[in-house]
């Protein structure tokens, strides 16, 4: 089997990257995945967007990530789903309220300042809250929720529609590289597939694919819990994030509620299961937040990988010193189903024009040998992090 470019991992990274190759070219593309396209991480996740990030970079690339999600109807036909809720962090220390303070300095320069909220303001705002401790918030009225299988679908069809071929239940064991040049990979399933571009958008699993061609790029897994409850009448608006313990919860598109919180998530490829404990302690930290989910009966539980990078932001593009080809999109560290769509459209971009677009620059892989790391602090796991 030959192909031009060869595209490892089918959730949202490898199928944005498709679709976008294909809208951009001509090139004969082909998708593999060793399960099911959109059964990893693309399809476990809870489907919300945000401009606020800590680093710069990283709030630049999310307001034009935003912008692209927004645009996909026109783009795949199919509709994100998409719905500006907004999210609320609440603030809990007057450390926290100086970084918020400090960050919306940043978020106002780039033009989306958010509103650094006192405590009677949060109260009037969301009298459901539990105020305990709480002494202020932070509200982004930019931030929403879109559905993650939606935006999937449509870039599967409308790559689909543009040529590009899917090979499913089919794992790569095996990077070929001759002459300091890639050649294509072996597989479970085929004969070997002929390939001189082949794109490792492999999730978590991104890091054990690279080994494979001797390569050491720093995608970790961390499995994540998480939770839906039956459908309830609307109440719950913005998504709302606890900076006491990470515990978040958000409504979505028929009323149900999606919630999750950290706790000693494992660093590994461990089953992906859910733990009582983990039930019972976000349980609890919901219902001491918002009393009102005592009531609340959840409806099913899953958990999923974060695709970690040491400085908790995404590694996209090439290494000179990697072998002629050879490109990866991976790493977004709890932040991948936003990312996606302006991802795969910088990767195509990359990738067929031997350029790398301003906003993609910070996060090429090269940034870990020369010390450029990205100060990324407003992520989930970070907030466990200063927590434990
Ligand atoms: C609980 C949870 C909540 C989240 N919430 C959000 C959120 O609200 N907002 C947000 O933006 N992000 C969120 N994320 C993160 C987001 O889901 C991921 O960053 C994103 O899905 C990564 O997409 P991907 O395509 O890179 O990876 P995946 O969807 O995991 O796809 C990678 C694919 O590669 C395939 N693969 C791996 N190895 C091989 C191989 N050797 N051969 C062939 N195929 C291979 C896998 O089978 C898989 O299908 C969350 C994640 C979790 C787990």
Redesign the pocket.
């Known amino acids: 089997m030959k192909t031009d470019i060869l595209i490892?991992?089918?959730?949202?990274?490898?199928?944005?990257i498709a679709f976008h190759l294909a809208r951009f070219s001509t090139k004969k593309i082909l998708v593999?995945?060793?399960?099911?396209?959109?059964?990893?991480?693309?399809?476990?996740?809870?489907?919300?967007?945000?401009v606020h990030f800590g680093a710069p970079e990283n709030t630049r690339f999310a307001i034009e990530a935003v912008k692209r999600l927004n645009a996909l109807p026109s783009l795949t036909g199919w509709n994100p789903i998409a719905a500006r809720d907004g999210y609320v962090w609440l603030i809990y220390h007057e450390e926290q309220w100086k970084s918020f303070e400090k960050a919306n300095r940043m978020w106002e320069s780039l033009g989306v300042s958010g509103d650094l909220l006192e405590r009677e303001e949060v109260t009037r705002r969301w009298p459901y809250l539990n105020m305990d401790g709480i002494i202020g918030g932070f509200y982004g009225p930019q931030n929403g929720?879109g559905h993650?299988d939606s935006i999937a679908y449509g870039f599967y069809h409308a790559a689909s529609r543009l040529g590009v071929k899917f090979l499913e239940n089919?794992?790569?064991?095996r990077m070929n590289v001759s002459g300091s040049k890639m050649r294509g990979?072996d597989?479970t399933a085929t004969s070997p597939i002929e390939a001189e571009t082949v794109v490792v958008?492999?999730?978590?699993?991104?890091g054990?694919?690279m080994k494979?061609a001797g390569l050491n790029v720093p995608v970790e897994p961390?499995?994540?819990?998480?939770c839906v409850s039956e459908p309830v009448k609307f109440f719950l608006k913005p998504l709302t994030i606890s900076m006491k313990d990470g515990f978040y919860a958000g409504q979505m598109v028929r009323g149900e509620i999606v919630m999750?919180m950290g706790l000693n998530p494992t660093k590994e490829f461990s089953p992906l299961e859910n733990r009582i404990e983990w039930l019972r302690a976000m349980s609890l930290a919901g219902v001491k937040l918002i009393p009102s989910f005592r009531n609340l009966r959840i409806l099913r539980t899953?958990?999923?990988?974060?695709?970690m990078s040491p400085d908790h932001s995404q590694i996209m593009g090439r290494d000179p010193a990697w072998p002629e080809g050879l490109f990866v999109?991976?790493g977004?560290?709890?932040?991948?189903?936003?990312?996606?769509t302006f991802s795969g459209e910088l990767m195509a971009k990359h990738i067929l024009k031997n350029q790398t677009p301003d906003l993609m620059k910070p996060f090429l892989p090269t940034r870990f040998n020369e010390g450029k790391l990205i100060n990324e602090a407003l992520v989930?796991s970070r907030v466990q992090e200063v927590n434990e």
């Open positions: 490892i991992g089918g959730g949202l990274v490898g199928l944005s593999i995945d060793r399960t099911k396209l959109n059964y990893g991480s693309s399809t476990r996740n809870a489907s919300h967007f945000r929720r993650h089919t794992e790569v064991i990979v597989t958008a492999g999730g978590a699993y991104t054990t694919v494979m961390e499995r994540r819990e998480i999750s899953w958990s999923g990988y974060y695709d999109a991976s977004f560290s709890g932040h991948g189903f936003m990312m996606s989930m």
